[in-house]
């Protein structure tokens, strides 16, 4: 079983286009985080939520928005797509230490290459 | 701000040698420091981290690091390389407050036979 998965694998879309990418972890975990990895290999954390709320949220475009349905799920939803958001996206996951604190052992998903033409 | 670098792209080593990535942290609070292996068109893998107690932490596959505070380095070490070790590596650290894991600019290590 896969503990941290991501859908789609690879998304290639047009500029202005709405898309979105959905994660599940099925390890119990309370925390969840999106992450972009440039094409320079460059990763930078977008998002956090713990159980549902949103703990971390770095300068990202509002263009940007994550949502939570519940502690397993974190969906990454992107409006009017512009060329610069290609990247590969990476889902994570960690245990819960105490609010905004986790392990630092994050689990990742396999990642989801949006390329924007 | 709390930070890692890690000066080296790539690092180049034969199989059967043994291999050093480097790492160096800021001083600034305390270093929550981890390392992590990116394979090809794969998710990252957690591979060892620092918290406090002893300054050698063994991890997976073989790999370890070792915290030095004096020159403010975590360099992942293994005693021999093998070709399958072939990756790219980084180093990475966690704020105690936010939970946030920065991480370094990424070192690829290549093996060759």
């Known amino acids: 079983d896969t503990a941290v998965s991501q859908t789609p694998k690879y998304l290639v879309t047009q500029m202005g286009n709405d898309k979105s990418i959905k994660c599940e972890q099925n390890?119990?975990?309370?925390?969840m985080y999106w992450y972009k990895q440039d094409s320079k290999k460059f990763l930078k954390i977008m998002f956090s939520?713990?159980?549902?709320?949103?703990?971390i949220n770095e300068t990202v475009p509002n263009r940007f928005s994550p949502k939570s349905p519940d502690k397993a799920h974190l969906n990454l939803h992107i409006n009017s797509l512009e060329l610069g958001d290609s990247a590969v996206y990476f889902c994570?996951?960690?245990?819960?230490?105490?609010?905004?604190?986790?392990?630092?052992?994050?689990?990742f998903g396999e990642g989801s290459r949006l390329t924007v033409l | 701000a709390q930070s890692v670098a890690q000066p080296e792209d790539q690092v180049n080593v034969a199989e059967g040698n043994p291999l050093t990535v480097k790492c160096t942290y800021s001083?600034?609070?305390?270093?929550?420091l981890f390392w992590y292996v990116q394979y090809p068109n794969r998710g990252l893998q957690f591979l060892l981290k620092?918290?406090?107690?002893?300054?050698l932490v063994k991890g997976s596959y073989g790999f370890e690091a070792e915290f030095n505070k004096s020159q403010t380095s975590f360099h992942l070490k293994k005693p021999s390389a093998l070709v399958s070790d072939s990756a790219l590596y980084f180093c990475?650290?966690?704020?105690?407050?936010?939970?946030?894991?920065?991480f370094g600019q990424g070192t690829t290590l290549q093996v060759k036979p």
């Open positions: 620092y918290i406090t107690g002893d300054n």
């Open positions: 001083v600034s609070g305390n270093p929550y």
């Open positions: 939520y713990n159980n549902k709320e949103l703990i």
């Open positions: 994570a996951s960690s245990k819960y230490l105490k609010r905004g604190a986790t392990t630092g052992e994050l689990f």
């Open positions: 390890l119990g975990h309370d925390t």
């Open positions: 990475a650290r966690a704020s105690s407050n936010t939970g946030k894991l920065i």
